[in-house]
């Protein structure tokens, strides 16, 4: 049986398995506040490198209560019918991440009524998120950013300055053919014309969420450098390297961030222990499906 709990809110989560340390702390939070948790995963990394199966299964295996929808990755065109991309045009990796959150829009329930858009690294304070959307406090806004405590190679080494990515959409309002941008939740946010705000914080006017983006081994960092949706934007190779044999990491992090340790990490992604050995099926909870598929649920929808 899938999860549902009764707060007409669905969290849209994508995910990859470079992510594998973050997935079940991100499905665990965001099941404190959510109706329905959809997890959105391509086949192949946004690089056009096959996803690691054996991880793939043993993230099914253990969130069988949530729907996963695994969708099939095209080397020579986009799922958007609006977008023409080729894999040479800099932005056809971060159509891709793009497409992730399209995919889950149009596969939650027809009952949910406003959206959280989050990667699987974007760690939820659950119950704050709950007391959040039960206050109200911010729901004349149509659209927001949220901000988010931001970390570099440690969970205690904190940044000074606050990010916004997780993104909150009141699902009627939104048009979701704007996530399919080059900017990916950003350029979302910036096309939208309605009530939005961003820098959002809980009740206390502290963040909510917690960003771990680059909270890894070595070794995972060179391979997220390798394959993520920004991979061509930057050396990344050269910066990992740097930052771990100098600890200069002001090449992945940039300039504006200073960083200070805590003491207390709301969560150690260095505890989770990556399996080693592959499991056997099924899992219902799958659903796998292509870009014919996509389009049958979009004209479902309309229907709806």
């Known amino acids: 049986m899938l999860y549902r709990a009764s707060s007409g809110v669905g969290t849209v989560i994508t995910y990859c398995t470079n992510d594998f340390r973050f997935i079940s702390k991100c499905v665990e939070e965001a099941k404190v506040f959510s109706q329905q948790v959809v997890i959105v995963v391509c086949d192949h990394f946004f690089d056009g490198t096959p996803e690691n199966r054996m991880l793939l299964e043993h993230t099914y295996r253990a969130h069988?209560?949530?729907?996963?929808?695994?969708?099939a990755y095209f080397r020579d065109r986009l799922y958007s019918k609006y977008h023409f991309l080729k894999p040479q045009d800099p932005d056809w990796a971060a159509y891709w991440a793009a497409t992730s959150r399209y995919i889950g829009f149009q596969y939650l329930d027809p009952d949910i009524a406003s959206v959280f858009f989050l990667d699987s690294d974007e760690i939820a304070e659950g119950g704050r998120v709950l007391s959040w959307l039960q206050s109200e406090v911010d729901i004349q806004y149509e659209v927001m950013r949220l901000g988010s405590y931001y970390y570099a190679l440690k969970p205690t080494l904190q940044a000074e300055h606050l990010v916004n990515l997780p993104f909150f959409v009141q699902r009627k309002r939104f048009f979701?053919?704007?996530?399919?941008n080059g900017l990916e939740r950003l350029g979302a946010y910036l096309s939208y014309n309605g009530p939005k705000r961003e820098s959002v914080l809980g009740e206390d006017g502290k963040p909510l969420f917690h960003h771990y983006s680059w909270v890894r081994t070595k070794s995972e960092c060179l391979l997220k450098g390798r394959t993520?949706?920004?991979?061509?934007?930057q050396d990344w190779n050269r910066l990992v390297e740097e930052a771990f044999s100098t600890d200069d990491i002001r090449g992945i992090f940039g300039t504006e961030h200073t960083f200070h340790t805590i003491?207390?990490?709301?969560f150690d992604p260095f505890e989770v222990v990556i399996p080693q050995k592959s499991i056997e099926g099924p899992f219902p909870n799958v659903l796998k499906i292509q870009d014919r598929d996509l389009?049958?649920?979009?004209?479902?929808?309309e229907l709806i």
């Open 64 to 71: 069988s209560d949530c729907q996963f929808i695994e969708f």
């Open 176 to 180: 979701p053919l704007i996530l399919f």
């Open 228 to 233: 993520w949706s920004h991979h061509k934007e």
């Open 263 to 266: 003491s207390s990490p709301y």
């Open 295 to 301: 389009f049958r649920k979009q004209i479902q929808n």
